[in-house]
């Protein structure tokens, strides 16, 4: 009987020691946790290439003011440097004893002079890093990433985040800006094209711009020249940088950033100039539909662009009666696919002469036919006869 | 509680077998036959509906797996087929639990935790065989809504980021990859194995079968879906992203407003996995208990004892796991087709009359 | 077992005997025709109006026979009964029925003149509804069943009255309806009852135990009603239920735990209604449980469940607290809880002075001075209202609510998936009469899902609750 009652109480035992267990662990836990005040939460990474290796500028966010009821982003620019990017969190690490976590890292910017060489030397440590989002956005700045991360944005107290803004949906729609994320400029790089694209970052100082201290917005460690006199920046990322084999190879301006865009079929609120009575009329595509098509018998390839647009705005002063009319007149359409046919041969043969293969040919030849994938690979895009299709319609 | 519905076992083959594919294999599939990845998978899937197909016409007779056995060979052989049966299923649990523990570390914590925290599963995992295996019927209605609200939750999530011309060209990998991939899939396959410890504990329908087979196959369509999403979205950098399914769908443009809100659907489907992935050693924790009767204590110290080494071996296999993976998956991967295949169709030759007892 | 003599003096002195305590009063008096009467009662319990109304006036001018049936007919009382057994007169007396004895008696006759002190049906405090009746069961097991036979117009309904405690011998009505209710569940409740062997029963809750199939259980397996309305409705869909003297509140037995998130006012608003507030309900506990957990699970371990700009408001709000967030969550958790003790045993003079000092003074002065941050209280305070959406539940979920954050704070989110696990096995496991806890989820029962979290209307319930496995399966014809 004491037997059976003792083998009966048995499980209540056992939740016994199961809730002291817990309660124990509760109050004197440590698993190696980095909890959030420990944490570098890292929201973007700038890589630039040195004399002696790289140097990875990370932006940290930090509580902002030191009311505890009041929130708010503000953030904190550190610099780590060593022979290859670990080695560079490493000195972060060594600097702050904040623990980095990238699970919040939004963008990697390449400095130029890192963008020259093979950038997956650097970035394979951001794909191997099992908490770092592949879904950040990936660019390429003008100058060192170090100056653009550290710079005073003028729209927000954090540069990544001002940057940030300039990949939204609405600035893609726009056909201005061509974004990238870290796995799919991956994908190009692995993929058969071996190519892919970049936006170009650049910074412009705002004119009229007060120059402030670092109170309350962000300042830097790395130890800028101006002590805390910061100038206000605007970004912009209208040109696209080319990359064949992880190395930038080119670079496209913003009308050629747009042709691109509009052959992706990425555009629907986007104004462009069409010439209207040899005056400006600007024209806002409604509906983008582009395309790239490979045709290996007639080796071929189509890049064709059917839109619909309507007047927007035009230079010369219009009658009162006109102003109330969005169509755009047949010369301004005619224009307009003389135009966008002209962007679209120059952005072409930029690729060629780069050996992007920007339109993925590489990859759409592989996926039809691995043969003659094999047999073509090489000098695919050399070989292709170009047939340019335009055609803007009201 | 102590019998299984036909729902409940449907619901096992279609919506709970399938999660325990969702983590590693894709992975693995697209390391061995890149864009062919279906296909290995497709094989796999048919080859193990016909071993369930097998498993529950074996239902007929009436039996479970001990008493088919000690029907035709007599108790002493009955309980040493058995026990080496167990002891297959002990060794099925090895992959899975490693790879929830990689995925829990991984996924659940920011930074790389210490061991410890993957030590109250072992507590949970007790619990759990200690339970006896047909009370996992209720539970699996409970984990199947769960499972496929997880499971289409991060589709709907994922599908849009996919380009699904990525499988393209068909048969590019070769029969070479393909078979590659079909043979790294195999330790992956023990769901007719579980359906055979469950003999006895279900009646069998009418046309309960071929329904079980379809309803497989079913989720094995799920699973097939989700694969292509997986390559879609990942193409040729696939091979390098574990834990598939807590990946795919972090490209979706609601995360960056909500935040990360596809965890709701990779908690539910981690939640199913917590039971699947144990499956195989309460299943085995039953074969032992269907030979050697049922004490009250026996479950309890089996279930301590099974716990308890599989604790000790996934501290010792720590960090090893590609090694454990290349030895299950490669040298030894013709293990699981003898258990998980063969078995179910030599069971249809047994004895099927009833040994009159002495 | 000694039994009376025809000697008054000698009976009386018995009674005396056996019941020495000062309340026991005794009254004596002579007939005109000089014939010898005594009623021996306690004398808090007894209605003595209507002693001295039934019995002492009926009798002064008696000349009948001593015996009991000619004295007995002369009484007005409408309840009486006639007894020898000394034992069982004394305990009539201590339930408030004077014993009147008289010379050359062949019996005594006991009067149900009890006293019964009760309060008026009001609408009881923790089931409130807006719509639908608002009776609420009292402390009077009279008046309660009563209340219930009101709803029933049939013989089916059943009414047992069972004694439980050795000294309390308090009244069980178990109540039932024949062939609507599991014969099987009738009788093993009342082998249950039977069984128990206990000195006193103060309440109600004091059976959930016994009835209760794993005792230790933290789960609720008995259900609780103080509505006459529910407790009438759950008899009709083929459960047992229990009235216990002195307790408002009645059991009913086989327990769904659905049946918390259904209310009474369910049933009398439009279908949508009702389905939308059992899904809010369902909702509120989930946060209530799951939202400190997770809370604390993502600041220690998991930050990527923040969107990053929540993630850093929160930053800058925990910025210098003295806490780790876990203990923080837990200190918070525990000043809620003990707030919501005092407010609940304080006068109500003083609650209201309570509830402004706790919430405001000690939850802003708390925030000012950085013991706490202001997103841990705005996450407590969501967390208690949530408790508050299944008030029946309230004891079970708050201990699972600590426990979750107690896991929370030491494994994280995965800790919280595993307890999840352990709940879920442990409820699916439990059954308490034949019918699952957790029905109609598991195992799951297609029709009855028509009456769980969501509501269909009247009419497609023509059923009763297939889980209650009730003989008698049809309710709408």
Redesign the interface.
Known sequence: MKKHKFLKTIPMKLYLILAVFIIFYFFFNDFGLVDIQKTAVILAVGIDKTDNGYSVTTEIAVPKGSDRKMGGTSSLEIVGEGKNVSACISDIFSKTSWVPKFVFCDLIVIGERAAKEDVFSYLNYFIRNKYMPESCNLAVCEGTAQEIISSQSAIDDTSSLAIGKLFSDASVKSGMVMPNTLKDFTIGYFGPSKSSYLPYLRSTPQKGSHTHGGSGGSNSSSGGSGGNQVEEQAYSAEETALFSEGRMVGLLPHELTFAFSLLKGNVHAGNFNAKEDDADATLTILEDEGGVELDMKKQKVTLSLDLHARLCCKSVTSEVEEIASEEASDEALESAEKLLRADIEKLWNTCKEADCDLFNLRRSLYRSSHKKYEEWKDDLIDSLEVEIKTNVNR | MKRISSRQLYFFLACIAPVGKLLFLPTQLANSARNDLLFPMLASYLVQAGAIFCVLLLAKRKMNLYELLENTFGGIAAKILISIFALFLFYATLVPLLEQRLFVQNVFYDTLPSLIVFAPYYIFAAYVISKPLSSHGRVWDILAPLSVFGFLGILVLSVGSADFGALLPIGAGGIRGFLRGTMSATNWFFDASIALTLLGKFDYGKGMAWKGALFYLAGGVGVLTFLATFYGIFQETALHQLFAFSQTSQYFSGVTVLGRIDYLFIFALALVMAFYCILPAQAGVDCLLQAYGKPRYLPTVFSVLVTGTLFIISLTLDYRFSEVLEVISGTMFWIFPIFTVMLPILCLLLRRKRREKA | MKNITGELIKTKDALKKLLPSEDILTFDFISEKGMQFCVVFADPITDKELLGEQVVRALLDYDGKPTAAEVGAKLTSPEMKTETALDILALEILSGNPVLLFAGMDAAIIVGTKKVFTRAIAEPSTDVAVKGPREGFIEDVKTNTSLVRRRFKTGELKIEFLEVGRRSKTAVALCYLEGTSTEQVVKEVRKKINDIDIDIIPDSSYLTHFLSSRP?SLVKQVGTTEKPDIFCAKLAEGRVGLIVDGSPIALTVPYLLVEDFQSSEDYFVPTYRATFTRVLRLFALLVAIYLPAFYVAA???????????????????????PF????EM?LVLLVLEILNEASIRMPKYVGMALSVVGALVLGETA?SA?FV??PAIIIIAFSGIGLYAVPNLIEQTSVVRL?ML??A???????I??A???M??YL??T?NFGA?L?AP????VGRDLRDSIVKYNLGSLQKRPKSLKSPNKRRLK
């Open positions: 230790y600041q220690l371990f998991k930050l990527q469940l923040f969107p990053v700009k929540l993630l850093l408001t929160i930053s800058g709000a925990i910025r210098d607290l780790t967030p876990s203990l837990l925030v950085g941050s202001t426990a107690l896991v704070g030491s494994v994280g989110t995965y800790g998936i595993l999840t696990g352990f879920i096995l699916v496991t059954d699952p957790v989820f598991s195992p799951v």
